[in-house]
Structures are given as structure tokens and as C-alpha cells.
């Protein structure tokens, strides 16, 4: 599962609420009780991890490959939320698939199945 250090972690739990229907299922915070010290959310049975960057730990994002039900509707979601179209969602020989950039530098490829 990835772990991603993120600037403004707490706007990120909201991304992917709204994006992907995420559930959050783990926060802590830092002592300041406004930072993420470390979370989780679900997207589908996945989990992925994440927290604050840091002077101690630096921005580490990542490319993530997601199916959902309706890739035309999540696509376009991903775009109202900030996200920037890295390739238009076409149909393709597994599924009709798009790619994003996310406000906090995450790349994801949004996919449905045919």
C-alpha cells in the first residue's frame, strides 16, 4: 500500500472523500492538532497511507492505478476537486481509462472495465 507525505494531508482526506467515495478509517494528529501525523483511508478495499510532510520528512507522492464503477463520473469529479488531465479518458483494451494529477502532486489512472 502507498504512503504518501503530502502537504496539507487534512485537504487530501477530503480529495479522495469526494473523488472516490474514500472512507477515512485512521487519523492521528500532532500534538499542534491541526497537523496529520498519520492517516488512512479505503478506496475500494485498498488502503492507502498518509501523512504531513515534514522539515524531517520531505514530500513523497506517488502513481496509482484505481478502478471504479464509473470512470467518466470520477474522472470528472477528480477535475472539479483541482486535479490536472494528464490523458483524456479514452476506451482502451481493458477499460475506458484517464489519468490525473491530484492538487498535492499524486498521479492517478482512473479506470473502469468494460
Given at each position: 500500500?502507498?504512503?504518501l507525505?503530502?502537504?496539507d494531508?487534512a485537504?487530501?482526506?477530503d480529495f479522495?472523500?469526494?473523488?472516490?467515495?474514500?472512507?477515512?478509517?485512521?487519523?492521528?494528529?500532532r500534538?499542534?492538532n491541526?497537523?496529520?501525523?498519520?492517516?488512512e483511508v479505503?478506496?475500494?478495499?485498498?488502503?492507502?497511507m498518509f501523512?504531513?510532510?515534514t522539515?524531517?520528512w520531505k514530500?513523497?507522492?506517488?502513481?496509482?492505478?484505481?478502478?471504479?464503477?464509473k470512470?467518466d463520473?470520477?474522472?470528472?469529479?477528480?477535475?472539479?476537486?483541482?486535479?490536472?488531465?494528464?490523458m483524456?479518458?479514452?476506451d482502451q483494451?481493458?477499460?475506458?481509462s484517464?489519468?490525473?494529477?491530484?492538487?498535492?502532486?499524486?498521479?492517478?489512472?482512473?479506470?473502469?472495465?468494460k
Amino acid at each position: 500500500m502507498p504512503y504518501l507525505m503530502i502537504n496539507d494531508a487534512a485537504r487530501f482526506t477530503d480529495f479522495v472523500k469526494k473523488v472516490f467515495d474514500a472512507e477515512l478509517s485512521f487519523t492521528r494528529m500532532r500534538e499542534d492538532n491541526s497537523t496529520v501525523m498519520h492517516s488512512e483511508v479505503q478506496i475500494a478495499g485498498s488502503t492507502i497511507m498518509f501523512c504531513e510532510t515534514t522539515e524531517q520528512w520531505k514530500t513523497a507522492t506517488a502513481n496509482m492505478f484505481v478502478y471504479v464503477e464509473k470512470a467518466d463520473e470520477t474522472f470528472k469529479k477528480a477535475i472539479e476537486a483541482g486535479s490536472k488531465v494528464i490523458m483524456e479518458l479514452t476506451d482502451q483494451p481493458y477499460g475506458r481509462s484517464g489519468g490525473i494529477t491530484d492538487p498535492f502532486g499524486n498521479v492517478w489512472w482512473i479506470t473502469s472495465v468494460k
